[in-house]
C-alpha cells in the first residue's frame, strides 16, 4: 500500500513570522518551503526590539523553541502604564497575570538581531524545511499552486502575494510616527517595562538588559523628522524634556530611526489554497507592543489547523477558510482597542480627560480589571482568563 503524499506548503516571507509559520507547519507534519527575495544578512540587519507576550511564550513552547530563545531574553515583572497629562499612574505585575501564569513574567524582550539568527537557524537544520533566501520569483502564482497544498502568505505590508491575489485593505495612516532607539539610561528597574502616555502619542521605553533600554516614542511625523536629524547631544535633551524627571538618559547607543504607522487589515485572510499571516493581513499601532504576538497568534492557529489536516481531521482544501473564520474576532478586537487606546490618550481634550481619569482610577482599585486588562495583553482578547 503506498502511504499518501507529504503535505506540501510555500511560505513567502523569512521573517520573524514567516519563519515561524515555517518551523509550524514542520512540527504539524508538513514539508514546508519558505522564500524570501531578501539573504541572510539583509533579513538579520535590522534594528529593533519586540516585546513578547504569554501567547508568544505558549507558541514557542509548543513548537520546542522558548528553551532555545529564553536565555537570550529579556524579562520584565512590572509594567508601568503612565498618563501624564493627568500626572496618574497604574502598576501592574505578576500578580496581575491570568491564574496560571502568576508568578511569572509580565513579558519579554528579544531584540530582532537576536531572534532571526535563531530562528534562520532553525529552518537551515530542520529535515523537512527548504530554504530559498535571495529567491526571485520565476513562476506564477496559479502555476505555485498548482504543486503545493498550501500557501502561505507573509511578506509584510506591502505584500505581493496579497496584491497578486486580489484581495484589498481597510487602511489609514496615523498623523503620528514612530521613532526607535536604544539608551543607556537611569531611573528605571532592569525588570521594569513602561508605558507613557503623552499628548503627542504613546512612548514605551523597553528594558534590554545592563541598563539599556529600547525606546519606541510616537509623535507627529514632522517631530520625528527632527529628532531623527539631531545630534546624539541634542537628542538626549529632547529625550530628558520627553520623559519624566526620574528617568536621566547617558549615553545614545543606537541612532533614532523614524518610520511611518498605519493601521490596516485586509478584506479576507484567505482567498484560494493561499492565507495571510501577519503585516500581510493587518497591521495596529505598536502601543501595548502587540504587533508581533498578534502575527504570531496568526501562526499557532495555523498550527493548529495544520494538524489537524495531517492527522487527517480536516480536508486540506478546508484549511484556509478555517483558518479566516478562527482570526477574525482575535484581529478586530486587537486592532480596535489599539486605535481606541491611541485615540483616548494621545490629547488634552477637557472632554477626554474625566473619563481617562475614571479609567485608571477604576485600574488602580480593582484587581480584577487590572487581571482582565493584562490577560487580553499577554493572551490575546478572545481568552484573556486562559491559564
Not at 523569512?14 to 519558505?34: H, I, K, Y
Not at 508605558?195 to 502619542?201: A, Q, V
Not at 477604576?362 to 499577554?378: D, H, I, K, N, Q
Amino acid at each position: 500500500m503506498h502511504s499518501p503524499p507529504a503535505l506540501q506548503a510555500l511560505v513567502h516571507g523569512a521573517g520573524p513570522t514567516g519563519a515561524l509559520a515555517a518551523l509550524a507547519l514542520a512540527d504539524a507534519g508538513w514539508q514546508p518551503t519558505v522564500r524570501d527575495p531578501l539573504n541572510a544578512v539583509q533579513l538579520v540587519q535590522r534594528s529593533r526590539a519586540y516585546a513578547l507576550n504569554h501567547s508568544s511564550q505558549q507558541l514557542l513552547e509548543t513548537l520546542g523553541l522558548w528553551s532555545l530563545l529564553q536565555p537570550q531574553m529579556v524579562p520584565f515583572h512590572r509594567l508601568e502604564l503612565c498618563d501624564l497629562a493627568l500626572a496618574e499612574q497604574v502598576h501592574f505585575s505578576s500578580a496581575d497575570l491570568p491564574r496560571g501564569r502568576r508568578g511569572s513574567a509580565v513579558g519579554w524582550i528579544v531584540q530582532h538581531q537576536v531572534l532571526m539568527p535563531a530562528l534562520l537557524n532553525q529552518l537551515r537544520i530542520h529535515p523537512a524545511i527548504t530554504v530559498q533566501l535571495g529567491w526571485t520569483a520565476a513562476d506564477g502564482l496559479r502555476s505555485q499552486a498548482a504543486v503545493h497544498h498550501l500557501m502561505v502568505a507573509a511578506d509584510g505590508p506591502q505584500s505581493p502575494q496579497r496584491h497578486d491575489l486580489g484581495v484589498g485593505t481597510f487602511d489609514w495612516p496615523y498623523k503620528q510616527n514612530c521613532l526607535t532607539s536604544q539608551v543607556a539610561l537611569r531611573g528605571s528597574d532592569s525588570d521594569q517595562a513602561w508605558e507613557l502616555f503623552r499628548p503627542e502619542g504613546p512612548f514605551a521605553v523597553l528594558p534590554l538588559g545592563r541598563g539599556t533600554f529600547q525606546l519606541v516614542w510616537s509623535a507627529p511625523a514632522a517631530r520625528c523628522r527632527q529628532l531623527e536629524g539631531q545630534t546624539d547631544v541634542a537628542f538626549l535633551d529632547s529625550l530628558a524634556a520627553a520623559l519624566p524627571d526620574r528617568f536621566q538618559p547617558d549615553v545614545l547607543l543606537e541612532p533614532p530611526r523614524a518610520f511611518p504607522v498605519a493601521w490596516m487589515l485586509a478584506h479576507r485572510l484567505s482567498r484560494g489554497s493561499t492565507v495571510l499571516l501577519g503585516e500581510s493581513a493587518h497591521r495596529c499601532h505598536p502601543v501595548g507592543g502587540q504587533g508581533l504576538n498578534l502575527c504570531w497568534r496568526d501562526v499557532a492557529v495555523l498550527h493548529r489547523l495544520a494538524r489537524r489536516v495531517s492527522g487527517g481531521r480536516l480536508p486540506a482544501q478546508r484549511l484556509p477558510s478555517a483558518y479566516g473564520r478562527r482570526r477574525w474576532p482575535d484581529l478586530l478586537l486587537t486592532l480596535l482597542f489599539t486605535d481606541l487606546l491611541v485615540r483616548l490618550f494621545s490629547n488634552r481634550s477637557a472632554l477626554l480627560l474625566p473619563l481617562r481619569h475614571l479609567l485608571l482610577a477604576l485600574l488602580r482599585r480593582m484587581p480584577v480589571l487590572r487581571r482582565l486588562s493584562l490577560g487580553s495583553m499577554t493572551l490575546g482578547p478572545c481568552r484573556p482568563w486562559s491559564g
